[in-house]
């Protein structure tokens, strides 16, 4: 599949979901650094809107905050998080980590990890976990060895090809 056609796919697969209202993607930047403390002043250097309007400095700026958001901001933001990786895929200026690709880890050898997992993709519509699916493909089939896609096919081949 090329890259214009999955973006579309995800784009279309969660047009108009929720954005959070408690763990927003500043806040969960902050968690990262351990800063607890100061949610309301972090919330307000949050992009307000659909997630595909989302600026790419806040994703770029924010790249572990995926490892922190709930359910609700996991919806939102993979996609945007998606679709930036694949629009700057190859350039090492914009991405520095695979955190997109590593965030759907369904973390098959930790009981408390999965469950994590499970809860955090609850929300997500078939047609969202697909688009998930074809992401994670997407990067397995990378040759350039910009992403890791030992683990994308790994967690592909072992968990998302059922979703697709």
Not at 73 to 94: K, Q, S, V
């Amino acid at each position: 599949m090329d890259k214009e056609a999955l973006i579309k796919i995800i784009n279309n697969a969660f047009d108009g979901v929720d954005a959070p209202k408690e763990i927003t993607l500043h806040v969960a930047e902050a968690h990262d650094d351990y800063d607890y403390d100061n949610d309301a002043e972090h919330r307000k250097k949050d992009f307000v809107g659909n997630w595909q309007d989302i600026p790419a400095e806040h994703l770029k700026s924010c790249q572990t905050a995926l490892s922190y958001v709930d359910k609700v901001g996991m919806r939102y933001y993979l996609p945007a998080y998606m679709i930036w990786y694949l629009r700057h895929f190859g350039n090492t200026d914009e991405i520095e980590f695979d955190h997109p690709l590593y965030s759907l880890d369904h973390y098959p050898k930790n009981e408390t990890l999965s469950k994590y997992h499970i809860e955090r993709f609850s929300l997500f519509t078939p047609e969202q976990l697909r688009a998930c699916a074809l992401f994670v493909k997407y990067c397995s089939e990378d040759e350039t060895d910009f992403t890791d896609a030992y683990f994308a096919k790994k967690k592909y081949d072992r968990y998302w090809q059922f979703f697709n």
